[in-house]
């Protein structure tokens, strides 16, 4: 059997069988991080590399370079709704995200349109939609690289690159208002025709806001048209404050007293407050006269 012939076998035998794809502890594993604020989605996808004895300020991460943010591929992160990063307007979409440290003090944080790319390979300054200056703070040491979220409010967040003695923060603002109430009305028009209560939380959300009246008062009439209790009857009472109609308000809230004061478990914790406001509303009626 000469020497041709068995090369020839050899890559017969190779090619005729498909190899199994083998797994391996990876040095950089991947990771991911998810939160919502208000109702807008926020997810980052990253790998995460260790310091591992390096000096990474300035050497590993060299000053002046674009840096991926991570290891390996390039770092992503999804919006699913418009936001605002450190004030400025960032559209719903996924985005390669990167850094820029110009120095131990000035970094900008940069998301781009190319979500393909490994690492910075390929990357295009022209296809960053959004450029962001950010300050660096100290951290506690922290051996892997790590996002995670923080400072959580109503209407924004901020997310956090740490890795070895820095932090990168930066705020991210979310629309929560129109959103929500384009969600009420979505979720109203299927509920059933026994739901006295959604309709009581929706117009409870734009009591605590403070807006769109009208449509408050048409959801809380739907509410107490489905079923009067003394909750939505003092929820009522708060809208009519709001519009600085102070005598039904003061009705209402008597006649939800009265309700309450029957049979309905989740009535006494309210009951202070709702004294208070009778006591309020009737200095500003009186007041006005």
Request: hydrophobic share 40%.
């Amino acid at each position: 059997m000469n020497k041709h012939f068995l090369t020839t076998l050899l890559l017969f035998i190779c090619c005729s069988y498909t190899f199994a794809q083998i797994r391996l502890p990876q040095p950089s594993p991947e990771a991911v991080v998810s939160q919502t604020i208000g109702l807008t989605d926020i997810t980052v996808t990253y790998h995460t590399p260790g310091v591992k004895g390096r000096p990474v300020w300035g050497k590993l991460v060299p000053y002046g370079q674009v840096w991926r943010s991570g290891a390996n591929e390039a770092t992503v992160i999804s919006f699913s709704d418009d936001v605002k990063i450190n004030g400025q307007d960032l559209p719903a979409g996924t985005y390669s995200f990167f850094t820029l440290p110009e120095s131990e003090t000035n970094w900008f944080v940069i998301f781009n349109r190319n979500t393909e790319l490994w690492g910075t390979e390929g990357y295009k300054p022209e296809e960053d939609v959004l450029r962001v200056p950010v300050k660096p703070e100290a951290a506690p040491f922290h051996e892997s690289l790590l996002y995670y979220f923080s400072d959580m409010k109503a209407t924004e967040g901020r997310l956090n690159l740490v890795w070895e003695k820095l932090k990168i923060p930066f705020t991210i603002t979310v629309e929560v208002f129109n959103k929500t109430v384009a969600t009420l009305k979505e979720d109203l028009a299927s509920v059933k025709a026994d739901d006295w209560n959604s309709y009581a939380q929706a117009a409870h959300f734009l009591i605590q806001n403070n807006k769109q009246h009208e449509l408050a008062l048409q959801w809380i009439n739907k509410s107490i048209k489905i079923k009067e209790n003394f909750y939505n009857n003092w929820l009522k009472a708060q809208l009519l404050a709001q519009k600085d109609e102070y005598e039904e308000a003061i009705n209402l809230t008597k006649k939800a007293l009265k309700l309450g004061s029957k049979d309905d478990k989740t009535f006494t914790p309210l009951t202070h407050e709702m004294e208070r406001s009778l006591d309020v509303w009737k200095v500003k009626m009186h007041s006005r006269d």
